[in-house]
Each structure stands twice: as structure tokens, then as C-alpha cells.
């Protein structure tokens, strides 16, 4: 099909909105390759990737629009809806009377109480907009990807030195007082503080929390770097400086995939300095302790948020330590299970857990001891979608499930796929219809062999509810657990 591409001039619109844009004119049109975004090198990188092929020159202070049509006439219709939706926004800010602002510097001047800045451009600018933002006195979320670690360092290293937040960058995840940041959840507000390195983690361990009757004064995200050797757990010690002096917070928690030993060592050593009591669960790192003085140890994302909630009561929770997990068996038919994930610490958490089994494991995204994806070896396939490669040019599967829904239909026609595990994310940033296409293939399925698990992430209070989302999954026979953990052993032991 013919290529079509419209340059707006001048006109800036952040990722996130771009990709929510992207995904509902998708929706909408039914076109499936389609980008809308600035116009800068790597997106015109992405668009290439994607098979749209234009003759375009850089040009980032400029939004693009390019896609295939069948003819010009859908063109022209496409190039509508989307003219109409970026004027639509133009015209919300003209009727609050926004003064407009080409800067973080100008927007501080002009609102003198303002002290948080959250940052989403490409990531070659991101750094540099960062570096304004702390300059000028404000905490920073920085949802960008693409930023050195070099930079990285730099950034959380001057925000020490100011006493500033710098969340990420590549942070997905947080909610500062009260106010949900990027992907997050309507939560129960209370006196557990959450420290992550941002995303699926953290959202799990706060929904837990508040569906299980506990509350939250604070989730901040890190960034997935954060507790890397090179960057050293700078804004994660500093977050954790913040809750042990706020006296709202009594209980703290801290989740992240394992960190660089000598991190690790100082995260430990920080948190036993603090006279508040702590849970702590680094996702596939199975500690031999269960408790070391105010820490307790959680073996799972859920277990982390149910000692939480127990030790707010201020009891301790009797850990399930004796707990039968499936084993797998000899005869293990090969990719005899596929997990389609949006959340990679979903992926992750599921991957250690099949492994912990006996289950042979393979991943675009293998964790230790999994196997990769390019491994000819018998393997069940775990796939984080949100992963770069599934997501350069394209929405997040958080909030355009379309391409989550694509690799759903074809592990369903494989003959070797026995069951299918699979998250659906709620909260604010996702997909306002996580289930359309999932619904549509699911009644396709004439294969009596073939079993469907499923984790719902969120709250009844979500836009999207987590109770009528688990009864629409239910209804058409699907088996919801209520955490990724319970959802990872239904489905190993259907195998």
C-alpha cells in the first residue's frame, strides 16, 4: 500500500500523548502502520523500521504524521482525524486561558510555586531538559528512554546536591502525593511509602496494597538503572532518606530486580539505619533470610505487599515458606507454554518462578538461567512486549494492546502452545479498552486443548475497573488469579 506523510510545522506534543493519539486514530481507522510523532532522526529511524519508507529531513521542532492507505481518499480522512484531535487539545488549553510557555525556565517564572517538572521528549534532548529542570529547583520524572548512563549519573548526582527527586530516566511509574505520574493506579492513600525502579513492579505491589485494604502516601519510581553499579542506588538511597524522615510514612518497601552486589550491600546497610520497619523484594533473588532485623524479605510482588499491609497492623506475617510449586515433568512438550506480557517485571517475576520449578525457560528478555528466544532447545516462551524492540515506532502495549493481540493470535493457532499466561494493566496511561481485541480472539478459539491464565493489575477505582474487567475475562472462560505470582503457578500447573 502507498505511504502518506503531513509535516505540522511548529507544533510540539509530548511521547505520551502522542502514542495515546497514535493508538486511538489506529482504533479508529483501522490502520495498522501508522506513526504520529515529532520529527526528529530516531523517529524517522522508527518509521523506516515499521516499512514506511519516506524522503523526510529531521526537522524536531515539527510533528509528523505518516502511515498507509489504501488511497488518497483514506488519506485524507486519516490526515482529518488527526488534525481534528491535535486541534481539539489546541483548543482545551485556549479555553483555561493558558499563557503559553516554550521552556521549563519560562513556565518557573511565571508560576513561582511550581516544583516538579515531569519530562517526556526524545531521548537526546532528555538529559539536557533534565539538567534545566533541577537548575531551576525542581524534582524531576523523567518517563524518557535513551539516556546514557553517563548522563544518568550526572543528573542524579545534581540532584543530590540540590535535595531534588530525579525519578529515572526510563521511569514508567510513581505517585507523589496523591498525584499518579505516567502509568499508575487510584490508590488508597495511607502510610506505606514504595521506592522501585518504576513500572509493572511497583504498580502490582500498590495495587496489592490497596485492594488489600492498605494505603499509600508515596510511590517513587528510580529508574531501572538506578541500583546498577555505575549509577549506585543514588536516588534510591535518597528516596529512602525522604520516607525515613516523613512522618506520614510508616512502612517502607522496596522492590527492584536484583541489584550490583556492592549496591545491594549499601541498600541493605540504608535501610537498617532506619527505625521504621521495611519489606523488601528484589524480583528473582531468592535471599536466604526471611528476616534481618526491621527487614522483612518477600519471596513475591504480592508477598511484599500482603507483609506491608501486616506489618502497618503491626504484626508480621507468617510466611509461606512450605508452599507446593508444580514441578515440571519429564516429557515437557516444547513452547508447551507462552506468556505475553506488557509488564517486564511481570515477565521477569514469572521467569524466575517457572525456573524455580524445573521448567525449561526461553525469553526475548531471559532473565538468569533462561534461555533466549534464538535457543532451537525446548524452552517455554515468556515475552516482555514492552521490551525496546517491540515498542520503537510503536505504542506501548499498555496502551495500544494491538500488537500484544497479534503475537495472542498466532501462539493460538501454535499446535504446540497448550496454554496461554497473559497480564492485562489498568490505571491511568492504559489502554481505556485493555480487552477489545483479546475478547474478539478469545471466542474465536475452537481448540479445546488450549487453556487461557490471566493477571489483571489495578483497582476497582481505575478508569477501568479492575471487578468488571475480571468478570469480562471470566465470562469468557479465562483463569484470573489476583496477583502475577498465583496466575504464573495455574498456568505451570496445567503443563
Do not use: W
Amino acid at each position: 500500500m502507498p505511504v502518506f506523510f503531513k509535516s505540522f510545522k511548529n507544533l510540539y506534543k509530548d511521547s505520551v500523548s502522542l502514542m495515546q493519539l497514535t493508538a486511538s486514530i489506529s482504533s479508529t481507522t483501522g490502520i495498522e502502520k501508522l506513526s504520529v510523532a515529532m520529527q526528529t532522526k530516531a523517529n524517522l529511524q522508527r518509521a523506516q523500521i515499521l516499512g514506511l519508507n519516506i524522503d523526510a529531513k529531521p526537522s524536531p521542532n515539527d510533528l509528523m504524521a505518516v502511515f498507509e492507505a489504501a488511497d488518497a481518499d483514506e488519506a485524507l480522512k486519516v490526515f482529518n482525524l488527526i488534525e481534528k484531535a491535535l486541534n481539539a487539545k489546541e483548543e482545551r488549553k485556549s479555553e483555561v486561558k493558558e499563557q503559553k510557555t516554550v521552556s521549563i525556565l519560562q513556565t518557573k517564572e511565571r508560576v513561582v510555586d511550581l516544583n516538579f517538572a515531569l519530562i517526556s521528549v526524545p531521548g537526546a534532548y532528555a538529559a539536557a531538559e533534565a539538567l534545566k529542570a533541577l537548575k531551576a529547583g525542581l524534582n524531576v520524572m523523567l518517563f524518557s528512554d535513551n539516556v546514557s548512563e553517563d548522563d544518568e549519573l550526572m543528573l542524579k548526582e545534581e540532584a543530590v546536591k540540590r535535595d531534588l527527586l530525579m525519578m529515572g530516566p526510563d521511569c514508567g511509574t510513581a505517585v507523589i502525593n496523591g498525584m499518579p505520574l505516567g502509568f499508575a493506579n487510584v490508590l488508597k492513600k495511607g502510610s506505606i511509602g514504595l521506592v522501585g525502579a518504576s513500572g509493572t513492579g511497583l504498580q502490582e505491589v500498590s495495587c496489592a496494597i490497596s485492594n488489600l485494604g492498605g494505603g499509600l502516601c508515596q510511590v517513587i519510581g528510580t529508574g531501572g538503572r538506578d541500583l546498577h553499579e555505575k549509577i549506585g542506588g543514588l536516588m534510591t538511597m535518597y528516596a529512602l532518606d525522604l520516607l525515613a524522615r516523613d512522618d506520614s510514612t510508616k512502612v517502607i518497601g522496596v522492590i527492584s530486580k536484583p541489584p550490583a552486589s556492592s549496591v545491594k550491600e549499601k541498600i541493605i546497610a540504608k535501610l537498617k539505619s532506619i527505625k521504621k520497619p521495611v519489606v523488601v523484594h528484589f524480583v528473582g533473588d531468592k535471599n536466604p533470610k526471611s528476616q534481618d532485623g526491621n527487614i522483612t524479605y518477600a519471596s513475591s510482588l504480592i508477598e511484599c505487599a500482603k507483609i506491608a499491609c501486616a506489618l502497618l497492623e503491626g504484626g508480621s506475617l507468617s510466611l509461606s515458606k512450605d508452599e507446593v510449586l508444580p514441578k515440571a515433568k519429564s516429557n515437557e512438550s516444547n513452547n508447551a507454554l507462552c506468556a505475553i506480557f506488557c509488564g517486564g517485571t511481570f515477565c521477569a517475576e514469572a521467569q524466575s518462578l517457572a525456573l524455580e520449578c524445573g521448567f525449561n525457560v526461553k525469553s526475548n528478555v531471559p532473565v538468569q538461567r533462561a534461555k533466549s528466544l534464538k535457543y532451537e532447545g525446548p524452552g517455554n516462551v515468556f515475552v516482555d512486549m514492552g521490551d525496546d524492540e517491540f515498542t520503537n515506532g510503536r505504542p506501548h502495549p499498555m496502551i495500544d494492546p494491538s500488537l500484544r493481540d497479534e503475537f495472542f493470535a498466532k501462539s493460538m493457532q501454535d499446535p504446540h502452545v497448550k496454554i496461554i499466561l497473559f497480564d492485562v494493566v489498568l490505571g491511568y496511561g492504559s489502554s481505556l479498552t485493555p480487552l477489545e481485541g483479546l475478547k474478539k480472539l478469545i471466542k474465536l478459539n475452537k481448540r479445546s486443548d488450549l487453556n487461557f491464565v490471566c493477571h489483571v493489575c489495578g483497582t476497582d477505582e481505575d478508569p477501568q475497573s479492575l471487578k468488571n474487567t475480571v468478570n469480562e475475562l471470566k465470562a469468557l472462560g479465562v483463569t484470573v488469579a489476583d496477583s502475577n505470582y498465583d496466575a504464573t503457578l495455574a498456568a505451570l500447573a496445567l503443563l
